[in-house]
DNA sequence: GATTAACCGAGACGGTACGTCACGTCTTTAA
DNA sequence: TTAAAGACGTGACGTACCGTCTCGGTTAATC
């Protein structure tokens, strides 16, 4: 996912294990450039990344970052995704509380990360990149998950009518945040929160 | 507005009719380089703007820019503002239908506009450069007062509660309008809009 | 010679039937490479030639290259002396005579190969490899026999001087060719072939 | 010469003196990228020479070097040109003896310099590259004036026949040196430059 | 009318990063 | 052990922009 199609699985192979000639790719060259892209990023953000600075970081030629990655976009993607683990919420059986609980946490992921400029660098990237487009949207996806799941849960148990599009429920719910942090730059805390709650929750 | 400020009109000046020593500036340069950019932004997006393009095109030296404008984020900001003129609703005496109204024009306007990748670029320069953030924020509550002015309009005729923070409520307006087009790359079409709507005014 | 020795003829084995272990060199290698390296020579000079574009039109690994040649130089000094044959002069009881069929060959072949950077190539290599060295002064020493045959029967026959050191006569023929050909660039040709006789041969 | 042609003589111009527009190129930078360059190749010949080397040793931008050479073996060329002053042979009014006089200096320059690899680089370039064909050509065509000088003088005294074409006559007497020193490696010494003299100039 | 100061175009300047290429070596599986 | 394939660290390439700096020349207001 937005590696280099090389080292694909062998779908054309005719034997059930078969294997890429040639030397195979070191998983440790995969590890020391992503640790050192998330060191330098959260040194002096994207803009302080340079290929060049990750291959001496790590140890490795270019050559060797660039066959695995089509540009350093998709190689920060990478790096986020084996960096940032999942929100989880446990099943309260109460819609708002869950929710207070999942923005609580994204409030303090917020926080710690200071102002970044990764999300906003991947954004711009993914309109130039297709290759960035699909990672980024598969990332949204994944960090999207544990909200979707608050949603089918208060489904299932009947505080959400069944008419709400979840997706867009979803959207609701994240794109004021995601506006505030990217454009008014507005603070992101428990105040803003329970308004917004407020407002979209009040059908129910 | 993001103006190197060297040359501003005299407003603090103690005589009411005072010059500058030396040449003044010409008025020509300024439209010839806002010209130039707005074209090469259209052709190849910010990427393929740079100082150097802007000023071959527009007949003019690089200092003559770097003399008004900090920033090609500064220069592109005032590019965009002079060529936007903000979004019109009239009072209907009904906060759904100016809403929906608002929204078709934002769509047709998103539509015509492609997926440029204008906003995304400012949103990140916003982040290194605090002049680029102010002009931003400027820029974002101009093209916010059209909706403002709705929902004020509506809570005046007691079409919306007034405990609604109404900032609050533009943000969940616009928010998730904003993520579609910037993170999952979703359709922003009358059915999304409508679906955003069901959601957020069904307290009404 | 050139070649990297590792694997030649067992010259001076202890017993008349002996092998190295393992599998044997495959000959066919040798031809596809040596092959594959003229044709990359003749399309487009030394310049155009990199190991890598060997071993892929050779349908090799590199390794199998750098097996048997220690440079490129080597390997392009080996494909040259297999596919050049020396000039041949009969004997026709005439300096001159002799002289002047020799350098009408030599004519020839530089009109043909046009205006290679084969040698140009070689000789600069040779400044810093002392095995390419090594490898050009015998390639030029099997070259020049032609022409030293016709001087020894000169010598013989009393159309030479005993006292003219046959090394330097060669020089004073061949090197004026050699500097037009290298550094002046100017025409090799009959005209320029007779001028040079009748300067050297005046003596006689 | 070899230069790229940006700076030329205003032939165009319609004022008798004109300039061009624009900042002027800084002298400085030619005698500091010129001076970098011969240390650099005095300490590792052509082949430790790199344009980076180059521009880091004069502290210049690696563009200010190719704002006015094409290539490294122009700039090469120009530095060396700078650098060698031509070899001064006086009147004695005899032939034998300036000839002498001239190889003598010039088996003392080949002593000195070692056996560079400037010489060979620049012939392979040039097969390559016009330009640098014609700057070598230019550059030989200065080195010969003293030798082509000789001749001049001896040819008026009377001391060589008007029947001998001059430039073919320095191509004898220089090329078998050239020979020696590019292919086969011999000496040039004293003896060697004797025997050659001997044979070429028996005819008078 | 001369001076002065800021403007203008053009483009040179020292830098930084880019993405590519070739080098010669190393590591895999298979013969 | 050789073979094909190709990954590896290294280092130079030539290009593109960056933002600053000289140039000669222009354009007003001030002296």
Request: net charge neutral.
């Amino acid at each position: 996912m937005a590696r280099t199609a090389t080292a694909q699985s062998a779908t054309t192979a005719d034997l059930p294990i078969s294997r890429k000639p040639g030397r195979p790719r070191d998983a440790r060259c995969d590890q020391a450039i992503l640790a050192a892209t998330l060191d330098i990023v959260r040194e002096g953000g994207v803009v302080g990344l340079s290929i060049d600075a990750v291959a001496a970081r790590a140890g490795v030629g270019k050559a060797t970052i660039y066959r695995r990655w089509s540009s350093k976009e998709a190689l920060v993607l990478e790096a986020l995704q084996a960096d940032t683990e999942p929100i989880d919420v446990p099943d309260y059986g109460n819609l708002r509380r869950e929710l207070e609980t999942y923005f609580d946490q994204l409030i303090e992921r917020f926080a710690s990360s200071g102002s970044s400029d990764v999300l906003p660098h991947l954004i711009e990237a993914a309109c130039y990149d297709a290759e960035v487009r699909a990672s980024l949207d598969e990332y949204i996806k994944q960090r999207q998950k544990p909200l979707v799941a608050i949603l089918r849960r208060a489904s299932q148990r009947g505080d959400l009518s069944p008419d709400v599009d979840r997706n867009v429920m979803v959207e609701v719910l994240v794109g004021p945040v995601i506006y505030r942090r990217l454009l008014t730059g507005g603070r992101i805390d428990r105040p803003f929160v329970r308004k917004l709650l407020d407002l979209v929750l009040s059908a129910g």
